[in-house]
C-alpha cells in the first residue's frame, strides 16, 4: 500500500499534469513514460445517457431499441467478483472542485481490487454500486471504463489485467484534459466508443459554448462555426449544452455496445 504522504504528494503535483504530458513528445521519455504508466492501456469515453436519451426522442426508432451507453457498466458491475467505490475522486478533490461533487469517486472492479488501501474506500455490493454509477449520471458525470495502469500504479495493485476502472469525470478537473498534450502513442490508448460521431449542423452560429465545455479541446470555431476535430472523445457534452440544437451525435446499436462490452473483456477480467 502506498503511504499517505504519497497520496498528498499527489494532490498537490496534480496541477502538473500538463507538464507531465507534454514531456512525452520528447524522444525517449515518451517511450518510457509509455511503458511504466500507460502500457496496455485501453480506456473508452462513453457518451451521456442523457444526451443519448435526447436523440432517441427526437429520432423515429423506439426508444427500447437504442440501449443506453451505461449498460456497459452495469453489465460489467453484474458480472465482476468484487466492487469497491473510491470515497472521493482524487482529480476533483485535487482541483478543490467547487462545481462537482468531490466523493464520487471512482468504482474499480475485479480481484486486483481487493488490494487497494481501505483507507481511500470501501468494498461495495452489486446495489451499492449500480447506485454509485446512477448517482454519477445524476450529478452530470461522463463514465470512462477500460484498463488503466496509472490507477493500477498510484493504488499499487497489481495485476492490471484483473482491475477494471470506471471514473466518473467532470470537464474542469479530469486528469485525461491533458490528453491533448500527450503524444499519439499514448493518447490513442483512450478513445471514444466506436460508431459514435459528433456532428455540427449548418444552424450552427458560433456561440463557442461547445468549446467551453470540451475538455479535450476537440472544438475549435472557425469563420463563425464549430468545428470538431480528431481529439473528440463522444462524450456528447456539446450536444447537451449547444442552445440551438445543432449539435448532433449517434446513438449506439446493440452492436456496437456489445463490441465495446468484449473490447474491454479482452483487456481486462473482473471475474
Not at 446495489?127 to 493500477?152: F, T, Y
Not at 498510484?154 to 470506471?166: A, I, R
Not at 458560433?206 to 475549435?220: L, N, R, T
Amino acid at each position: 500500500m502506498r503511504p499517505p504522504w504519497f497520496i498528498t504528494l499527489l494532490k498537490k503535483n496534480f496541477r502538473f499534469r500538463f507538464v507531465l504530458a507534454s514531456a512525452s513528445r520528447i524522444p525517449g521519455v515518451g517511450t518510457l513514460m509509455s511503458k511504466t504508466l500507460f502500457d496496455k492501456d485501453a480506456l473508452i469515453y462513453l457518451p451521456k445517457d442523457s444526451v443519448i436519451e435526447l436523440k432517441i426522442n427526437q429520432s423515429i426508432p423506439a426508444p427500447e431499441t437504442i440501449p443506453l451507453p451505461s449498460k456497459i457498466i452495469h453489465e460489467f458491475i453484474d458480472e465482476a467478483s468484487f466492487h469497491w467505490i473510491m470515497d472521493f475522486c482524487i482529480c476533483r478533490e485535487s482541483n478543490k472542485c467547487s462545481d462537482y461533487p468531490r466523493d464520487l469517486g471512482c468504482l474499480f472492479m475485479g480481484e486486483a481490487a481487493k488490494k487497494i488501501d481501505p483507507k481511500l474506500g470501501h468494498p461495495a455490493t452489486k446495489e451499492e454500486a449500480h447506485n454509485h454509477i446512477k448517482h454519477a449520471d445524476e450529478a452530470g458525470l461522463i463514465h470512462v471504463i477500460g484498463r488503466n495502469k496509472l490507477d493500477s500504479v498510484w493504488l499499487d495493485v497489481s495485476p492490471g489485467q484483473k482491475l477494471l476502472t470506471v471514473c466518473n469525470c467532470c470537464p474542469c478537473c479530469c486528469l485525461w484534459k491533458m490528453l491533448p498534450n500527450l503524444n499519439n502513442s499514448i493518447s490513442g490508448r483512450i478513445t471514444k466508443m466506436e460508431g459514435i460521431e459528433i456532428q455540427v449542423g449548418s444552424n450552427c452560429v458560433g456561440c463557442e459554448a461547445c468549446s467551453k465545455v470540451c475538455f479535450v479541446d476537440a472544438i475549435k470555431i472557425v469563420e463563425g462555426k464549430a468545428q470538431i476535430n480528431d481529439n473528440c472523445r463522444g462524450c456528447g457534452r456539446c450536444v447537451e449544452v449547444c442552445p440551438n440544437h445543432a449539435i448532433s451525435i449517434t446513438a449506439p446499436t446493440s452492436e456496437v455496445i456489445e463490441q465495446t462490452i468484449m473490447r474491454i473483456k479482452e483487456k481486462v477480467d473482473v471475474k
